[in-house]
């Protein structure tokens, strides 16, 4: 079937309007607009670009045009001048001339001639006059907040738990590309043939410095090479590796992974297995086991059970204390991964977060009955905020006192990260997504 053909800019505007729209999430959106529109090599590394790009400095593009704008606009006009601009400033291989004629183009086809030339006007007064400055901002956390697109409550939030210098280094690094990281399945290949094998495909490959079986990607999207087709690797963040090691995993141990999919960490919870005991993996989803199925048969992964179920009601289908390791990688707010779904800081609040806070207490609360007398259980979440993780889980020590905190397991490279029996990782430690994860122990009877 030949698909509906729409240039990048005309594609890169309609995914951003369903986006802004529909609250979509802009990772899903991508997919599908690649698919749609059969972009292929430079033309979908532009439509990530531009889309990713416009989506992460919104703010800081609204605050660029507002000198220029003298009455309302429509939300469709307001987008198309958000990723004209995007590309103006950050874009520096698209000469500015291309980028204006290509804008008044799309304003023809979708409005009316009083909008392309509006359109025109804007982007030629800015390209000639250039733009305010933020040091026009006079208070500093707008300041903050415009220069880095990130919500005011958020950054006051941060600034309150964290102090500015952490806050601004968080804030910027959201903003950067994220690196895709690889975990090499151990069981199959070493780390250097794996490494070998992804450069003769042509990717660019550096083993990661954080994480022992881990590999970075600095060319190439690693899930279309031969290497992840024959199960040697999964994509995964190295800040979500840290999490199979927190679990302190010995042979011939019965796991339970309470929120599995896509089934990152329980596969690699499979593979500190070696081929022994069993993982049994929950998800709420039958289509999100679906893909934890998928992943486990793509990495010749035998031992992993995945079951359709919420955690909350698990007490009711497995057997009390029977098992010797249990994971809650917690739902949560996500801001730890602001980079890869740039979107989430403008649909996010503090409403959500307390709605968040109390699911992941209630799963606690269940997995404390599933686990074993000296089990371990973990608790990780990919957000950054205090009340999601430190909070939540010095809320189950005091309301558990048949628990107690138990040292946290990380690889080498990250245990000056550690506090304890627990961490923040901050997307500007080294590169990683956010992530918290503390470790506990079920006390004996004595």
Request: aromatic content about 8%; overall charge neutral.
């Amino acid at each position: 079937m030949n698909k509906v053909r729409k240039n990048v800019r005309e594609a890169a505007l309609e995914l951003l309007e369903t986006v802004e729209k529909n609250q979509s999430y802009s990772n899903l959106m991508l997919n599908s607009y690649i698919e749609k529109y059969g972009f292929a090599g430079p033309d979908a590394g532009l439509l990530t670009e531009i889309a990713y790009g416009t989506l992460q400095r919104k703010q800081t593009l609204d605050f660029f045009l507002a000198p220029f704008l003298r009455k309302k606009i429509e939300t469709w006009v307001r987008i198309l001048l958000r990723l004209s601009l995007y590309q103006m400033v950050y874009l520096d291989k698209i000469p500015d001339r291309a980028i204006i004629f290509e804008a008044v183009e799309i304003a023809k086809k979708r409005g009316h001639q009083g909008i392309s030339g509006m359109v025109n006007g804007v982007l030629r007064a800015i390209q000639r006059k250039g733009l305010p400055s933020f040091k026009e901002i006079e208070d500093p956390i707008e300041r903050l907040s415009v220069a880095t697109s990130h919500p005011r409550w958020l950054v006051e939030r941060w600034l309150e738990e964290y102090g500015y210098k952490t806050t601004k280094e968080m804030c910027e690094a959201n903003l950067a590309p994220p690196v895709q990281t690889a975990r090499v399945n151990v069981n199959k290949a070493s780390v250097e043939e794996v490494v070998d094998r992804l450069g003769r495909e042509g990717f660019k490959i550096e083993p990661s410095p954080v994480i022992p079986e881990a590999v970075r990607s600095l060319k190439g999207n690693l899930a279309r090479s031969v290497c992840f087709k024959e199960g040697l690797i999964t994509i995964q963040d190295e800040s979500s590796m840290a999490v199979a090691y927190a679990l302190d995993i010995q042979k011939g141990q019965h796991i339970l992974d309470c929120c599995a999919a896509p089934g990152g960490k329980t596969t690699h919870i499979a593979e500190k297995l070696g081929g022994t005991g069993k993982v049994t993996a929950l998800d709420l989803h039958p289509h999100k086991i679906k893909l934890i199925r998928e992943n486990a048969e793509r990495l010749g992964l035998s031992q992993i059970e995945a079951v359709v179920m919420d955690s909350r009601e698990a007490g009711q289908h497995f057997e009390k204390e029977s098992f010797d390791r249990i994971l809650v990688d917690a739902p949560c707010s996500g801001l730890g991964v602001v980079r890869r779904k740039p979107d989430i800081k403008y649909v996010k609040n503090i409403k959500d977060m307390k709605t968040l806070q109390h699911v992941q207490l209630s799963i606690l609360e269940e997995m404390a009955g599933l686990l074993k007398p000296d089990g371990i259980m973990v608790f990780s979440t990919c957000t950054v905020d205090r009340a999601e993780n430190e909070e939540n889980i010095e809320t189950f020590l005091k309301q558990h006192p048949g628990f107690e905190p138990y040292p946290l397991h990380v690889p080498e490279a990250m245990e000056n990260y550690v506090d304890g029996y627990r961490t923040q990782i901050f997307p500007q430690d080294f590169g990683g997504d956010g992530f918290f994860i503390a470790s506990v122990r079920k006390k004996e009877m004595e």
